[in-house]
């Protein structure tokens, strides 16, 4: 059976595959457009450059030109449940703009008559585009929406909760005019609510999760508990850290008035994502193209350093030149962090310990490096490869992690971004060497996750620049 990320990942490429066909389409028309209206005023054996002349050498360039601006525009990241209105927005600016940007570079040095053509040039060109890239995409839209509101496509949903407030989410999914996807396959039962729900939808218990998650393929999981207890809410939505499910509560009165709500479809049932992140779906992909571009741009810049430091590391003391730890990541998944190697080999022993800025065990290299900071600069590896962002909350170890849960059981919420080199959290509070420490840290962590943007990165980044140059890396 075809699991929800699947199918995402399908429609995902079904998308691409449209804007590409769209985007040649409406290359070759405005080509058209201009052999007619604009060259044909010109002698045909002069051969002047000019995108008229280019059209087979930008068959492949205009596309992987528009699918990086449609990316970056964050139009791939939803492509199961796509509001139509955000739909025509996010194709009328990012045509818009991906035109202004074709007009700089390839139109601006076209030979005119007039200057009057050139808006004539630019005004057809984003005519074109916007018609035929939003017809085919509201053509592919309106099959996808058509199929969910009629309950042909959907997505397995369980919810967790036998009570009163489960039931009756699951008759107004039931009771719905027009489905949003959720098709609830049973119910999972909490030991302290008195059942209101069919006895033969019971698929199990709180401790039986992770089974009915894959025995069902169950891609939504809703939790809908009578209890105002937190600590039983945050137990069961901690099972659900690094599951491949999306994980969604019933807000409360006081969740409205404090602005924690965000609802995007008008018709269906209130639920927030519990892992949803405050950050639009272009802002996600410029922090990540911000990522790879600064991360790549400083490995080249501070290579000879890294080969120094290599040196420095390994002509110093035993071991290896890179250290690495295993962490908790993005939706809970564990990853390996790379550091320059700051501590004798061997150090730690069978039982986690941390460190402080005495510490015994830290090599003469090791201090200076981690007075700079310059031991976590591999970390600029693990952004590249996707475990890590340049600004995010600090990961921490899986055995350090569980201590902090038992203390703090809505810790495990700052999974829903990746981890970062630096944070909000290092730049007010720095390094943590107990578990109370981690735990006073962890507010800034929860007021960057309410505060995220690319302009708060831009910020903390700064910070840790200046830190770094003061030598305040303990």
């Known amino acids: 059976m075809e699991t929800l990320s699947r199918k995402i990942r399908n429609l995902r490429l079904k998308y691409i595959i449209l804007d590409l066909i769209a985007v040649l389409l409406a290359w070759s028309l405005f080509f058209i457009f201009r052999r007619l209206e604009i060259e044909s005023t010109f002698i045909q054996e002069i051969q002047l450059f000019s995108p008229i002349y280019n059209f087979e050498k930008l068959l492949l360039g205009i596309p992987l030109y528009w699918l ?61 585009y916007f018609v035929v890239v939003y017809l085919a995409r509201y053509t592919l839209t309106r099959i996808v929406t058509y199929n969910i509101h009629h309950r042909v496509w959907g997505f397995n949903t369980l919810i967790v909760g036998n009570g009163e407030k489960a039931m009756n989410l699951y008759q107004e999914f039931q009771n719905m005019k027009q489905s949003t996807g959720e098709i609830v396959k049973g119910f999972v039962t909490v030991e302290s609510e008195q059942s209101c729900v069919p006895n033969d939808m019971i698929l199990g218990s709180e401790n039986d999760l992770d089974e009915i998650i894959d025995r069902y393929n169950i891609g939504e999981v809703v939790v809908a508990t009578d209890s105002d207890d937190m600590n039983d809410f945050y137990e069961v939505v901690n099972r659900l850290v690094g599951r491949d499910v999306e994980v969604k509560i019933i807000p409360k009165l006081y969740d409205f008035l404090v602005g924690g709500v965000r609802v995007t479809s008008i018709y269906g049932a209130l639920l927030v994502d519990l892992f949803d ?18 991360s790549a741009l400083a490995l080249v810049l501070l290579s000879p350093l890294l080969l120094l430091v290599s040196l420095a590391v390994k002509f110093t003391s035993e071991g290896p030149i890179i250290y690495k730890q295993e962490r908790v990541g993005l939706k809970g998944k564990l990853f390996n962090i790379y550091k320059f190697r700051t501590m004798e080999n061997n150090s730690e022993g069978s039982v ?22 310059i031991d976590e600069i591999p970390q600029f ?11 995010g909350p600090r990961p921490e170890r899986p055995y350090y992690e569980q201590q902090i849960a038992e203390k703090v059981p809505y810790f495990k919420v700052i999974h829903k971004v990746r981890p970062g080199i630096t944070s909000w959290g290092m730049v007010m509070y720095g390094y943590a060497n107990t578990v109370d420490k981690m735990i006073e840290r962890l507010k800034y962590d929860i007021i960057y996750l309410e505060n995220i943007s690319v302009t708060v990165d ?8 200046r830190t770094v140059l003061t030598g305040k890396g303990i």
């Open 277 to 294: 992140v405050r950050l639009s779906e272009s802002g996600k992909n410029v922090k990540r193209l911000m990522d790879i571009m600064v």
């Open 352 to 373: 986690p310990q941390l460190s402080s800025a005495n510490d015994k065990r830290i090599t003469r290299v090791g201090r200076i490096l981690r007075k700079y900071r």
């Open 458 to 465: 831009v910020k903390i980044l700064i910070y840790t620049i």
């Open 381 to 391: 590896v693990n952004v590249l490869k996707g475990d890590m962002s340049l600004v």
């Open 68 to 128: 990086f601006v449609f990316w970056l525009s964050g139009y791939y990241n939803q492509p199961l449940r796509k509001s139509r209105v955000e739909e025509l927005w996010q194709t009328l600016s990012s045509v818009f703009l991906g035109c202004l940007g074709l007009f700089f570079i390839l139109l601006l040095d076209d030979p005119v008559v007039n200057y009057i053509d050139y808006y004539r040039s630019f005004i057809v060109l984003f005519l074109i």
